[in-house]
């Protein structure tokens, strides 16, 4: 039985609230349950100096969290002086993720960055902010496309991501803070729209996992990000940029 | 005519959302017409080791911007490695401004955190932070006391803040950024319900100003921080905390 | 009474010594009684990458305090790898006033970066660094005349600064560490020699304060800038430059 | 086929130089084919002051890269002021892997620092890092067992770390840097001697990789982290500390 | 010839202003002609951590020049975030010296910082420093004994330094800036009042030196240190500390 | 007697085994007895910005140990975000000791960079680093010449570094750990192949060294540093670069 009541293979409630903050070029304020997570997208028209011309443009991010957006206040890293090690590991991986979403070739000479602002944290802050990351890019492109800075549109799929783990010894999909707190095994997975892994990373935190339990995280994982991309298009549809 | 189109002595939309993030013991979200800054306050049981024993209990701050909360984006201080000289002005503005609204002797061994962190800017993040920073002490004061932890309630006053300024060679009440950024002064005030001054931060940008301009800006100050004091009475007479 | 025995109206002992030091193309040390401040202007030929080419040239400021300039040893803020709050708020204070001097435009493409280092601290450094800094950025826009680097002189006005507080219940002037510490409120304020106020900060310590008292402190602030004033040009009319 | 000549299968040379430098506990020289790590294992009498007295001992690792390590030279992280998001990410990776391979409570008050310094790359520099450290960590271990500081043996598995990607189409063990800048997907498998799983972390750089695939990477990964295994056990049978 | 004029075994003026600044326990305006050095010795209560109790004190030092101490400024440390390579030189060098003037036991468990603030360089910072160091410090262990807070007076013997060169193939004594911007060989030596060496650091510049040379240079620094030990205890003689 | 047995005028086993890394355009490692750095000399086509073009090339170097080579653990600079002041002034003594080697006009527009990483730490490590990187760099410049980008071979001298001390009362050669943590003086001399001192650092620990102590010292400073070249000699005769 989980924390939470739900089932082993149920989502927590997925929302996209577009256009949350007014100055970015794409903006969302995505939750997953009582995760939430503020991602905007800036777009510049300029590359990375070490990006040669010919190879189009560059998505980056970065992640941060409220300082209160966990049950007991941690250090401002701003404050301290440096990113640790998790935030770097995270936005790394946005980043690496939202490009395998985009031919970067048609985003011309243009950098996107994805700022994806933890405000509330429940457990899987990374997935929401590739989940949501991918909104935000993806309103920003349109905005780019109706303003005729680009041709066509870059994307090639849909990226979502989503936790999956072992909890105990039972397979279950999008863990909030109770369960990841004490799971044997979590999971993060990113698929596109086509069932392709992007990046898949597993840690075993107290007992190991074999093939079988990885084979079942993975099917969970297949399923929740679907369910995600589903909302993902809904929300792109009915929230007009302007 | 303001670019607004509201009177000289009209403050924007404030607002106050109550337990707008679920950790911290005091949070709100503090609207100035667009400008949004989500307040939150974090005790401790522990006071700085600076600090004398008898000198009761103590307020701190810490404010900042998401990278793009503003019209272009400003490049992210953690990732810098360290907070800009206005960052900490501003930070060492709320702490003074809300201890001068406490008796701290009645907080005991405590420290109060504000956080303070722009999600959306259009002027005056500053004066929202004071104003908002001081509905989520008082939550987080309420719930002490509730909990049995500070026997009285160690609000003096309430305390608020509003920025005054001579824009078109007119005193104006509540500057937004259309103003700001062409006033020829801009001044914040803060003052207490009783209608003492804590703070007084007035600068000349391209004009110098006089003493009859100054005691106009003072009228508009005193005038809005009322109105914001009614503001934070209704709320936190509204939104009880458990 | 005041502790060193000066009327309330009454200045501490104000001195310039022009050339104190010889590399600087300006340079004083400053006193109001024992705090004494190095002030040196530096002259480049290039303004900052972020300034329009014809909004003119630029002035800014850098502040510091010796370790032991204060009663107990402070640390080297170069060996802690980084400056503290108060010095940057110190710093942009000096430099947005020591612009409000000029004409910008007649300065050319020139920057002036004012080094204001306390050797002693007795309260209202930086009150004598803008007094003082004010000396040595004339005597270096003197310098470029006399070179034929810029046609005419740039000073709109003379610019100095002094504080004033409420201690014991009564406004005092040019507050010494004795009173600065145990003052209720302290006000620092920049004027010009037309009497235009360019800065008022004011903060309550202890208790707040009203309009009487501001109005007070503000004619003090004016009668000792005025005598400030005073001490610039005769110290500037005597020294030449070479 | 490979770049160089290897089979699909077929890991580069594995080697393990013990007792490598003469200070640390432990101390190993691993080569993957031309990547060469120092890992050296540094114990000391206390655990880091978050950890529970009650949970035992503390394994963490850092790593590093010489300047030249690499083909065109690599600024120097001490040089830079800090640590790369990359170098935070594997040492994290290191330290989370070693820790498995433990009860942390037969190692008593004890934390074990792996230092991995990468003196050669050529790609898999995390995994050789991994492996080696294991064997640098097993040394020290040995040394507290036979100085009578810790009664029992706290190892419960071997534990080591291999690369497997998908090169021109294929599946393919043990990347060298030739395969790894132009591999599809990077995978790095960490596993322990019963063949449970402790890490998966897969990346896809081009293209994405299927669920085949990953099952073709994780049957590669799976016989090279028994080859490594394997020679694990040859060298610490046959290394005596002292 | 000289570009001064000076003779090759002359010194330029060399004096020493006592009591230069108020709040420290010693200090002193150290001239060495053009370069002038404030020296302040700040004594505390505590010794180093890593330092053995029966060890007695410590003796340690700072180093920094204002940013216009020079011909063109530098960049303020302070402001960069971190201390140059140049500078932790030199200070290390400044605390070496002066903790071998004493009889670090006699000094209790007190540590005494030397902050050495270049105000003027015109070459031989490092041995202005520690020549108006010892005096600083010399003043500030009278201070102790008088208070009757150490027993005996520490000092085993005067210290001081000069520097010494080849400039245009000829040996010569206290260089200045323009001697020592074009000197073959530059060596700043430490010596105690019975002639025994501290610290001999040459450097050859463009051309090696010889024995004969440094047996040269090494006579002239001798001469040097006499005289500036000779005027040490004139100034000590003559200027009671209270 | 010395600990190691060894002769006073008797160096420890020097070697240096050439091409100990692929990567570098030079490299070697060198030991003096159990003293080992990695030396490599990295080439880039450009020189500093604040050269003059006409001045030909330059030569740098940065220096480190590996947390562990030493006796115990030492933090990791990179972790703590900065080099200390025994690091930034040994990679100025390597850099300085190898630029007096060349003749830098005729590097062209070529900087060689040096760097020298600790392996494993017995004393004088900074004397085995500028010896090591002399060879490392006369390997690079070899490469330059054979691949035609510099006509002649910018070295005029060979350089070499040993250390001398005093060490219970009598002068020795070539201090290692055992003694140079007990040695009244410790002296690094860097000289080249004509006998001609390039630095000599000799510092007072304990008691100070007179004039017939550092005769002593230079006496035998001069054997070692002709059988460290002889040992250089060879080995670069022998180590053909391709």
Redesign the interface.
């Known amino acids: 039985m989980r924390p939470s009541g739900r089932a082993n293979d149920e989502m927590r409630p997925v929302s996209f609230i577009p256009n949350f ?4 070029e794409g ?1 969302v304020l995505v939750s997953f349950g ?1 995760t ?1 997570v ?1 991602c ?1 997208a ?1 777009v ?1 028209e300029r590359t990375p100096r070490w990006l040669d011309k010919d190879q189009g443009g560059w998505v980056t991010a ?1 992640y ?1 969290m ?8 941690m250090g ?4 301290r ?9 995270i ?2 991986l946005i980043g ?1 993720s939202l490009r ?1 979403a985009l031919d970067l070739k048609k985003l011309g000479e243009h950098t996107i ?1 994805l ?1 994806c ?1 933890v ?3 429940d457990g899987g802050t990374r997935t929401a902010s590739i989940s949501g990351g991918f909104v935000a890019m993806a309103m920003a492109l349109d905005g780019l496309i109706k303003k005729g800075r680009i041709p066509d549109n870059p994307i090639l799929h849909h990226v979502a991501s989503v936790s999956v783990g072992i909890f105990n010894g039972t397979p279950v999909l999008d863990l909030d803070y109770a369960e990841d707190s004490n799971a044997e095994t979590d ?1 993060n997975v990113v ?2 729209d ?11 935190e107290g ?5 079988e339990e ?1 084979d079942q995280m ?1 099917e969970l994982a297949t399923k929740g990000i679907q369910e995600i991309i589903a909302e993902q298009r809904t929300v792109l549809a009915t929230s007009p940029t302007d």
Do not use: C, W, Y
């Open positions: 903050t007014k100055h970015a903006s009582d939430r503020i905007t800036s510049e970065e941060g409220l300082p209160r957006s966990t049950n007991s206040r401002r890293e701003a404050a002086g440096k990113q640790g090690g998790r935030t770097m590991e936005q790394r690496r395998a960055t700022d602002d405000i509330q944290a999971m698929m596109n086509s069932g392709g892994f992007i990046e898949v990373q597993g840690t075993a007992a190991v996992f074999d093939r990885m993975l």
